[in-house]
């Protein structure tokens, strides 16, 4: 048994000071501060630090073979990162490789879970609709894998078509699942790439032209379209323009089931990283956008469309982003960030802008968890919670350095920057992970969790 004690509780819905009972994993009690408790149990001293429900990543890629490249953290690798910065459950994806079915695909992957420091769930994915198809999703569903990624880009890869999305949100729905959706015109993208080719160029310095905001904005039309023609809920991944977010909220004022995730890099990052001296090590889609953009995106946060903060981490290493430099259309997209997401958001936007706690809790810990089936379990701190704690110094200024990093890569996008704020104690089911910056509890107790149906009352998400 433990308690945390002298710190200030932040739940998505509230915070103020309380102690918080542990035992067995789970939280027993939030309590008045100083409340007697069992003299046996042991003492976490909290005085000054925000005691927060751990991160939920929706959106992190561990291990993830696009192409001919493979990013390079295992399990244990990732969610030592992730808990480092904060995360204690990690949202992966199964995506099947060329001729792999989907429900292969998340067996394979499902076995990783057990070499995690923290738990972790599943997106199942989907390219090629076919008659094998909607049993697959009902296995999946079955096992807790009950949200479906497609991708409306990478033709020849993942590329999903109209009917392998409209069949998948059709089964989906029924199964108490979602779709998620990476929404890029695949056309307009390899029109835009063509130009650039011909024209300024197909380096990483010109990533932003070879994939513009149109190309994103017209995809999302299209899905939308889709979707509430068949009343199936949705959840666009790493929306990148206020236009595109905007779209999906306007859906959501007529009834439809929708929800925005953006990612860190495009909350923080904006495309003069282009213009600078290693440009491929921010080539990702969608690729930065301008600084009015993320400007704008940002403004969403406070509004309350955006649902969800992931990181879209995919950990690759400079070496890898060197390898065609010269022409992104075969680089490998995406940039480490399962560690930073957390800090980079904290500062820029809490400390910064006065973004309140309880909803940096409610975008990166209890939205994540709510619309991946999770919640009550994780995203919060009520009894019987999992004890997943990250105990934050919202003052300590630092400076971020790969070096004192974790993830399996040897940069990140954020070098150099200044912060306000960072988990120093972080508990993964009840034990001691991190303290005060160090890992002291490297034992991988890591489950695959089984995400819930999710609850729909009159076709509406009646939880988030
Ligand atoms: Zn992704």
């Not at 994993?25 to 005691?51: F, M, N």
């Not at 995106?297 to 990181?311: K, N, R, V």
């Not at 810990?365 to 009520?382: C, D, E, I, V």
Request: glycine share 8%.
């Amino acid at each position: 048994m433990k308690v945390i004690r002298g710190g200030t509780l932040v739940e998505s819905n509230w915070q103020g000071p309380a102690d918080l009972l542990i035992d067995d994993g789970r939280v027993v009690a939030v309590l008045a501060p100083g409340a007697d408790v069992d003299p046996a149990a042991e003492v976490v001293d909290a005085t000054g630090k925000l005691v927060m429900p751990g991160g939920v990543d929706p959106h992190c890629h561990v291990g993830f073979t696009s192409g001919e490249f493979t990013s390079l953290d295992s399990y244990r690798e990732c969610t030592t990162a992730a808990v480092f910065g904060g995360t204690t459950t990690i949202v992966d994806f199964a995506i099947p490789r060329p001729g792999q079915s989907p429900l292969d695909a998340a067996e394979q992957q499902r076995q990783k879970a057990t070499d995690g420091l923290c738990d972790s769930a599943l997106h199942a994915c989907v390219v090629d609709w076919d008659d094998t198809t909607a049993d697959q999703l009902a296995t999946m569903a079955q096992d807790g894998i009950r949200t479906v990624k497609m991708f409306t880009t990478y033709a020849g890869e993942t590329m999903a078509n109209e009917h392998t999305i409209l069949k998948t949100m059709q089964t989906t729905r029924d199964l108490g699942g979602m779709v998620i959706i990476h929404c890029e015109s695949d056309a307009i993208v390899t029109d835009s790439q063509t130009t650039a080719a011909a024209t300024a160029g197909i380096d990483a310095a010109h990533m932003s032209v070879t994939r513009p905001e149109i190309a994103e904005t017209a995809a999302v039309a299209a899905i939308l379209a889709i979707a509430e023609s068949q009343d199936a809920p949705v959840y666009f991944v790493h929306q990148s323009t206020a236009a595109a977010v905007e779209l999906v909220a306007d859906a959501r004022t007529r009834g439809l089931v929708a929800f925005t995730e953006s990612v860190a890099h495009h909350l923080i990052l904006d495309d003069s990283a282009y213009g600078g001296e290693n440009p491929e090590r921010f080539v990702c889609c969608p690729p930065l956008r301008s600084a009015d953009a993320v400007e704008e995106l940002g403004q969403h946060l406070f509004t309350g469309h955006i649902t969800t903060i992931g990181s879209d981490h995919c950990c690759y290493d400079t070496a890898q982003k060197e390898v065609h430099s010269h022409d992104v259309r075969h680089m490998p997209n995406g940039l480490p960030g399962v560690e930073t997401r957390l800090p980079v958001i904290f500062s820029r936007y809490v400390r910064d802008s006065n973004l309140t706690a309880s909803r940096f809790v409610e975008l990166t810990s209890t939205n994540p968890a709510k619309t991946n089936g999770l919640f009550p379990r994780k995203g919060t701190l009520m009894p019987c919670a999992d004890a997943d704690i990250a105990l934050w110094d919202p003052d300590v200024e630092w400076t971020v350095d790969v070096d004192a990093l974790h993830m399996a890569t040897d940069y990140t996008p954020y070098q150099g920057m200044t912060l306000r704020g960072k988990p120093v104690t972080v508990l993964v089911g009840g034990k001691i992970v991190v303290q005060d910056g160090e890992l002291v509890d490297g034992t991988p107790r890591g489950r695959h969790l089984q995400a819930a149906p999710l609850d729909f009352e009159g076709g509406r998400r009646t939880q988030v």
